[in-house]
C-alpha cells in the first residue's frame, strides 16, 4: 500500500532555533501534501496545503514566514518550524492522497507517523 | 461556519458494541470519512461513506443519513487494542477535509 514516510518523529529544540520535518512518499508520487497540528486532545488542524511545483497555500492564521513549506520534487515535501518558540510544540502531521488508492471514488490520504515537536 | 460533532469519550467493555456518533455542517458534502488514531500516532483509514446507508468491514461498520447530516460508526466484539480516538471527518465542497476533535473509546475488562 501507499507509505508516507515522515521524519523525525521527536524532536527537542530550544527556542529560537529552526526545526525542519519531512514526508517522502515511497512508493507512489505525491503531487500534493497536506501539513497538519494537532494540539492534545484536539482535533487535526490543517496549516497548509503544498503542491510540487508552486507555492504552498496557507490555512487562515497560519504564518507562511514563520512555517516554511517547500515541495521539492514529487515524492518529498518539508515543514521548516522557524524560530520556534514553546507555543509551536505540537504534534505535526503531513497526509497525502495517493492517486490510486480510493474508497468508492474519494482519495484517501495516507499519513505520516507524525512529529512531536517539543520546544524548550 | 462548518463543524463537526462527537463526544468527546466513551467507555466500553471488552466484546460488547460501542456507537460512535458524528453529527456535522458543512459547506456541502463529498462523503465522510472515519479514522482511528492510537495515542501519539497518524490516524489510520478506517472507512468512508458518500451515500446513506450502512458499510459493512468486519468488525466495524459506519452509517450515514445526508439528510440529517448524521454518520456513527459501530464497533463490534470489542477488543482492547480498539481503545483509541476515532476521528469523524468530512469531505466539503471543495474536497477540504473539515475533523472533528476526536472521541476516546476506552475498552474495559
Known amino acids: 500500500g501507499a507509505v508516507v514516510s515522515q521524519h523525525p518523529s521527536w524532536v527537542i529544540c530550544k527556542s529560537g532555533t529552526s526545526v525542519k520535518i519531512e514526508c517522502r512518499s515511497l512508493d507512489f508520487q505525491a503531487t500534493t501534501m497536506f501539513w497538519y497540528r494537532q494540539f492534545p486532545k484536539q482535533s487535526l488542524m490543517l496549516m497548509a496545503t503544498?503542491?510540487?511545483?508552486?507555492?504552498?497555500?496557507?490555512e487562515q492564521g497560519v504564518e507562511k514566514d514563520k512555517f516554511l513549506i517547500n515541495h521539492a520534487s514529487l515524492t518529498l515535501s518539508t515543514l521548516t518550524v522557524t524560530s520556534a518558540h514553546p507555543e509551536d510544540s505540537s504534534f505535526y502531521i503531513c497526509?497525502?492522497?495517493?492517486?490510486?488508492?480510493?474508497?468508492?471514488?474519494?482519495?484517501?490520504?495516507?499519513f505520516g507517523a507524525g512529529s512531536r515537536l517539543t520546544v524548550l | 461556519g462548518q463543524n463537526i460533532d462527537q463526544p468527546t469519550e466513551m467507555t466500553a467493555t471488552e466484546g460488547a458494541i460501542v456507537q460512535i456518533n458524528c453529527t456535522y455542517q458543512?459547506?456541502?458534502?463529498?462523503?465522510l470519512f472515519w479514522y482511528q488514531q492510537h495515542a501519539g500516532e497518524a490516524p489510520t483509514f478506517l472507512s468512508y461513506?458518500?451515500l446513506d446507508g450502512l458499510e459493512e468491514k468486519g468488525r466495524f461498520s459506519s452509517f450515514l443519513s445526508r439528510s440529517k447530516g448524521y454518520s456513527y460508526l459501530l464497533l463490534k466484539e470489542l477488543q482492547m487494542k480498539d481503545s483509541a480516538s476515532y476521528l469523524c471527518a468530512v469531505s466539503n465542497s471543495n474536497y477540504q477535509l473539515i475533523w472533528g476533535a476526536g472521541t476516546k473509546l476506552i475498552i474495559k475488562p
Open positions: 458543512t459547506s456541502g458534502f463529498n462523503g
Open positions: 461513506n458518500v
Open positions: 497526509s497525502a492522497p495517493p492517486v490510486g488508492h480510493t474508497a468508492s471514488g474519494a482519495n484517501v490520504l495516507t
Open positions: 503544498s503542491n510540487e511545483g508552486s507555492k504552498a497555500t496557507y
